[in-house]
């Protein structure tokens, strides 16, 4: 009897183990045969028609913003960053975040709209289409959505994060050339790297009435894991880009989320121990003649996602100037406006620019 129940469980020991080597060597050939490498260049397909043309030396308004997946609003704290959650608290919050930005958007009705952290199919929001919800609430206008970080699964930390497709939308209100998806270096140790965002620049053309030159839009999300100067080399490849465009004789603007520090001695936040203090921003890349910038005003762009934003955990939480833009020197910036949304609807605050082209 003592013999055969040792049998018995010696068996049952085999098969929960092979089971479980099954089980982790099939979940890594998931992973690894699933991983997102994108090209260095990909032609976007634009969605949507408008009619509206631009015409030299006219203004516009532009609006950037990192949206933050629709997940992180102001009762969101995220495991990674210090706080204790990876989902977003509801399915119902991520609807009703991305129904806050519809709303602010429309009521800033800008002519171009340029968001990041754009989630479709990503068990962090509940599986909620956000490009759809936010395209389709604009009518007479192009869109052009360009992916940055896409896996069928990632098995950490606990709970999981899970399933994950999401990126950069652009949307416009003027009728455009076409989009195109240009890859930028980033690296990340195993097994981060089959899991990491891969940035990127969205760039969208316009025609102007009149003229062969081109107004060049370029939508970044930038992003470092291991290296902290990895962002400068994103950085470098895109001045090297806009350059490049700005010699052809075009007009150029890139705007998004930086990931870079644009605090300066009368615009800045206080330090908090402990949390992620961005790189200052990479200004001596660029000539003179060149501008860039974030927003005024005393308004942080975003916010650390240790804790929930309210009363009692402000001073816990850190603040940065991290959303921002740079042009070329034939465009006029002449104002910059971080909208104070109180990180309600996402951990970023947008920022309406006003421009001309010169």
């Known amino acids: ?28 050939l998931l992973v690894t045969k699933t991983a997102y490498y994108p090209e260095d260049f990909e032609e976007i397909e634009t969605s949507g028609r408008s009619e509206t043309v631009i015409s030299p030396g006219q203004s516009l308004t532009l609006l950037t913003w990192n949206i933050g997946n629709g997940a992180n609003g102001s009762d969101a704290e995220y495991i990674l960053d210090g706080g204790q959650s990876v989902l977003a608290t509801t399915e119902e919050r991520v609807k009703e975040n991305t129904a806050a930005i519809i709303e602010k958007l429309k009521e800033t009705d800008p002519n171009i709209i340029l968001l990041q952290q754009v989630d479709f199919n990503s068990t962090r929001s509940y599986y909620y289409d956000e490009t759809k919800a936010i395209s389709d609430a604009f009518e007479e206008t192009e869109s052009a959505f360009a992916l940055d970080q896409k896996a069928h699964l990632v098995p950490y930390p606990w709970p999981m994060i899970g399933k994950i497709k999401g990126g950069s939308l652009t949307l416009s209100r003027i009728n455009s050339l076409g989009a195109e998806r240009i890859s930028l270096p980033v690296t990340a140790k195993k097994p981060d790297n089959l899991f990491t965002v891969r940035p990127c620049m969205l760039v969208t053309r316009y025609p102007i009435y009149g003229v062969e030159q081109q107004l060049v839009i370029i939508n970044v999300r930038l992003m470092t894991y291991d290296d902290p100067t990895e962002v400068r080399k994103q950085m470098t490849v895109l001045r090297d880009f806009m350059k490049t465009e700005y010699e052809k004789g075009n007009f150029v603007i890139a705007c998004g989320d930086f990931h870079q520090s644009f605090a300066t001695e009368e615009n800045s936040f206080p330090i908090v121990e402990g949390r992620w203090k961005a790189e200052p921003f990479s200004s001596d890349l660029f000539e003179e003649g060149w501008h860039w910038g974030s927003a005024g005003g005393g308004i942080p762009t975003e916010r650390s996602l240790n804790l929930p934003y309210k009363e009692g955990t402000r001073e816990q939480i850190q603040f940065s100037l991290t959303d921002g833009y740079v042009t070329t020197p034939n465009i006029g910036v002449s104002s910059a406006e971080a909208i104070d949304m109180q990180f309600v609807p996402s951990d970023h605050n947008p920022i309406l620019l006003r421009i001309s082209l010169q």
């Open 1 to 28: 009897m003592v013999k055969w129940l040792l049998r018995v469980l010696r068996n049952l020991l085999i098969f929960i183990v092979v089971t479980a080597v099954i089980v982790l060597v099939g979940l890594w």
